[in-house]
C-alpha cells in the first residue's frame, strides 16, 4: 500500500488546517488508519486513530481540537486540526494497518505542520 499525504502548511495559533491522506496500490485488509507526530528532538507519538468501523482514539493533548475522520470507500483518512497551539508544530504522519493474515503497518511520507505563536 502506498500512502499520499497532503494538507500542511502554516498556521497562526488559534487557526485551523486539515491534513487527509490516502491510500493506494495493495488497499485489502486496511484495518485502522491514524496520524501520528514527530517534533524535533522528540519521539513519534500518537495523535488519533480511527478502526474500519469508526472508532477513534485521541491524545489527551489534541481532544477536543482535532478530529479524524475516515471515508473507507475511498481509503482516505483526514484529519481536522482546529485551534492549533505553538506545541502541535510537527511533522505529521499518517499510518495505516492491514490485516492479511499478518498485521502490516505503513507509514505515509510526512506533512510538515507549523503553528506560530
Known amino acids: 500500500v502506498q500512502l499520499q499525504a497532503s494538507g500542511g502548511g502554516l498556521v497562526q495559533t488559534g487557526g485551523s488546517l486539515r491534513l487527509s491522506c490516502a491510500a493506494s496500490g495493495s488497499i485489502d485488509g486496511i484495518n485502522t488508519m491514524g496520524w501520528y507526530r514527530q517534533a524535533p528532538g522528540k519521539q513519534r507519538e500518537l495523535v488519533a486513530t480511527?478502526?474500519?468501523?469508526?472508532?477513534?482514539t485521541y491524545a489527551d493533548s489534541v481532544k477536543g481540537r482535532f478530529t479524524i475522520s475516515r471515508h473507507n470507500a475511498e481509503n482516505t483518512v483526514s484529519l481536522q486540526m482546529n485551534n492549533l497551539k505553538p506545541e502541535d508544530t510537527a511533522v505529521y504522519y499518517c499510518?495505516?494497518?492491514?490485516?492479511?493474515?499478518?498485521?502490516?503497518?505503513?507509514w505515509g511520507q510526512g506533512t510538515q505542520v507549523t503553528v506560530s505563536s
Open positions: 499510518n495505516v494497518q492491514r490485516i492479511i493474515g499478518v498485521i502490516t503497518t505503513t
Open positions: 480511527i478502526s474500519r468501523g469508526g472508532r477513534t
